[in-house]
């Protein structure tokens, strides 16, 4: 099985920003906004991030507005250090005194969808143009555990056994979301606020 690894958007820090510095040299022209798995770690320089949710849990994998993607905490790092293979490590810097690095996978999976099945898969909701889930070739095999895919930056895949490594370290606020689901559309949703209950006919 195939995940996709996040940070739990609703609850703990959240840092944005990049200094215009870090962001010509990170981010240039014609490159997606996001890590596009470039190596990046030759070109690293202080990206002047601000932590935008000074109140919230310090998990172990924070959400950056505009930023890197996969920021880590240093308990994270020990517990996926069996998979990093084509990844690189960054030292982020000191988060409330506590270590974080960026996770930046470089190995790009070509041959991993198996697109007349994920057209079946999609099929199954309303929203096929929309579905981000896909069906994996029954053939394929991991080459690495985490990894990337064309057209999809700022994402970053890993497989089972990163999840379970995850699990068992019980990590906070690290999401693994099975990109086989039928609706994708569910992610997207659980980063809304619940709607507020409806107020009862006089």
Known sequence: ????????????????????????????????????????AHLWIDPGFKIATKNGTLNDMIYWFSGPDSVCSERALKAFEPFLEHVEVIPLGPIRGVPFFVLNATYFEEDLIDPVETDRLRARTNYHGLDNSFAVRTSWKPRYHMFRMPE????????????????????KGVAFYDVSEPNALNFFRSLLDPPEPRKAKK
């Open 152 to 171: 999809s930056y700022g994402r970053t895949f890993v497989t089972e056994d990163v999840k379970l490594a995850g699990e068992q370290a019980k990590l």
């Open 1 to 40: 099985m195939i995940f996709e690894i996040s940070p739990n958007y609703r609850r703990g820090v959240k840092l944005y920003d990049l200094s215009p510095d870090a962001r010509a040299v990170l981010c240039p022209p014609g490159v997606p906004e996001y890590f596009d798995g470039r190596p990046v």
